[in-house]
């Protein structure tokens, strides 16, 4: 563990972010803590669940230190509720959520009353709106017609855009509608218009079923979930093209394999999982929520700079400790609902993942579209997965096993944990600005591009190691850092030398393949999802997004998110001209 004299310093970017988002304020709205501070509070709070067990009762002042030392030290950070909630009012700690939408008026207005309170604690939330039954269909009570899912989905939309989290989060929302509901097709397109379902990402809920008739060329049935019969049978080619055409144009929806994320389901005694938070990472059951973590892997990166290696003792050491971080916050979160309690405590879901996966690569000398960088992912993910279970079944030893265990996945396989899931990788948009370090698993987006963040913060960032680079090799210029600044690749610049040309490759040079398989092998060590953009460029066909969407399910992803350059308006990285001295 790192040492206070050790600390890194914080970026100028990851104060900002601070300041706006996560640092408590004083009645008059002026920042009365400091980051250290936060991270004091935040360790405080975290630790008295120590208290409960009793392999931590005398060890909480010990832990207490520990817990300070994984976030100040940038080596890990908690999802951004624990750290904007934990020891403060809320005390809601986790980020996400999936509600149930039944087939009446009054699940349905539940449903928005649930999403508004978990919006409102800083938490995203997640929906599967097959169980409503299709538009124009009979409404027996009041010898109506349905107005279908797409209808009602603008109402939780609706609600979303007048609750702003916590005072420092906007809501986010996963809308999930599955391949074979009879209004599928307007499900589809219902982001073609960038004014519609603002706050909602949607995915399309793909089945087994529907990939062997697209596969065979075959057509497929769709099916009213009121009564379980089939309505209608659509060409699964035809349906796919529409899905394809919409993901190329918007970069939404998205898809979800539902069945390749239920046989992974580790309690399906509860029932099946349907739906996704925001991001698509975590699938959930209904009511159920989790508590994500990243532990950050550019920090642990050992040697000289000529043979630089993983540091896998240090990992070895900070993953346990970053499990139980996470297991002590399901014990002190203030769950919003009580069916949400009942449901996260009884599987005691948690996600640890990872961010600064490009920056590793980078300091490895390991550019991310080599075969090299996959190998480095899959060890890497294969290594944490193995010593965070292995660190859950140490916990249930002295603190028992999960209370759902009996029936579940994990029993028939004899893994006796303390967490029903132990890894997630999620996208880390704001925790990896304040360990300043790349996103999630993703890779550069640029050298040097902006960060739009709270919708009116621009964030620019200029890559260090570049810089560094740069300046070994007696290139540096504000003229070439201009030219850098201005573009999404550099292997156009001809001044480089090829082999930093080939090192900082970003989004845009690697083949959608690569990205795809990346994702594929993160995948196979991750006990929930993976989140991953396809990050394609402006010239990307529709055939690309079509090969992308098949070969993710033929490697075992449970989902894929593709987006091509400059197809919205809006977008949440860029590049621009900044200036840089």
Known sequence: MARPSRYPSLSANALTVLRRRYLAKNASGAVCESPTALFRRVAANIVEAEGRYPDGREARPR????????MRSLDFLPNSPALMNAGRTLQQLSACFVLPVDDSLDSIFEAVKEQALIHQSGGGTGFSFSHL????????????????????????????????????????????????????????????????????????GVTDTFMRALDRGHDYPLVNPRNGRTVARLKAAAVFDRLIDAAWLSGEPGIVFLDTINAANPTPQIGPIEATNPCGEQPLLPHESCTLGSINLARFVAGPPSRPRIDYPRLARVVPLAVRFLDD???????????????????????????????????????????????TGERLMRFIRREARRASADLAKTRGLFPNFKGSRLESEGRRQRNATVTTVAPTGTISIIADCSPGIEPLYGVSFVRTVMEDVRLATIHPEFVRSLRRANLYSRRLLAQVAANESIQHLTELPPSLRRLFVTAHDIAPAHHVRMQAVFQRYSDSGVSKTINLPPTATRQDVADAFRLAYRSGCKGLTVFRSGSREKQVLSCANV???
């Open 329 to 375: 916050i399901l014990d002190m979160n203030q769950y919003p609902l009580p069916a949400i309690a009942a449901m996260t405590t009884g599987n005691r879901k948690i996600g640890l993942g990872v961010m600064g996966f490009a920056d590793l690569l980078i300091r490895l000398n390991i550019p991310y579209g080599s075969s090299d960088a996959l190998e």
């Open 579 to 581: 200036q840089y001295c």
């Open 133 to 204: 039954r299709p538009k124009d269909d009979r409404v027996a009570t009041t010898n109506g017609v349905a107005s279908g899912p797409v209808s009602f989905m603008k109402v939780f939309n609706m609600a979303t855009e007048v609750i702003k989290q916590g005072g420092t989060r906007r809501g986010a929302n996963m809308g999930i509608l599955r391949i074979d509901h009879p209004d599928i097709l307007e499900f589809i397109a219902s982001k073609r218009s960038p004014t519609e379902l603002t706050n909602f990402n949607l995915s399309v």
């Open 63 to 70: 832990m207490a230190r520990v817990f300070f030392d994984l």
